[in-house]
């Protein structure tokens, strides 16, 4: 069993920052990418970063220069270090992970969400 348990949301002011956490947990063979994805009202869910296990971030243009993505891959744990937040910005935010449990074959899991509101 596998469970990805987040954390950091929550209201900010334009301009503020934000660290939010998503720690997976269970049998776990290995985890071979981490990212956040985030979704606003009345829109799809869209990759705001993404990172594979032996580094290589890459991030959606409009985040760029402003969030950070990194793992602990010893805690199983990948952050995104929010900076100039806009209210743009403002959606709930997933984590995800492809995980490997039993085998080489790694399953989707998925977070359940975590608000980060950023007001103006």
């Known amino acids: 069993q596998v469970q990805l348990v987040e954390s950091g949301g929550g209201l900010v002011q334009a301009g503020g920052s934000l660290r939010l956490s998503c720690a997976a947990s269970?049998?776990?063979?290995?985890?071979?990418?981490m990212g956040w994805y985030r979704q606003a009202p009345g829109k799809q869910r869209e990759l705001v970063a993404g990172i594979i296990s032996g580094g290589n971030p890459n991030y959606a243009d409009s985040v760029k220069g402003r969030f950070t993505i990194s793992r602990d891959n010893a805690k199983n744990t990948v952050y995104l270090q929010m900076n100039s937040l806009k209210p743009e910005d403002t959606a709930v935010y997933y984590c995800?992970?492809?995980?490997?449990?039993?085998?080489?074959?790694?399953?989707?899991?998925w977070g359940q969400g975590t608000q980060v509101t950023v007001s103006s």
């Open positions: 995800n992970a492809r995980i490997e449990v039993v085998g080489p074959i790694d399953f989707d899991y």
């Open positions: 269970g049998s776990i063979s290995s985890i071979n990418y």
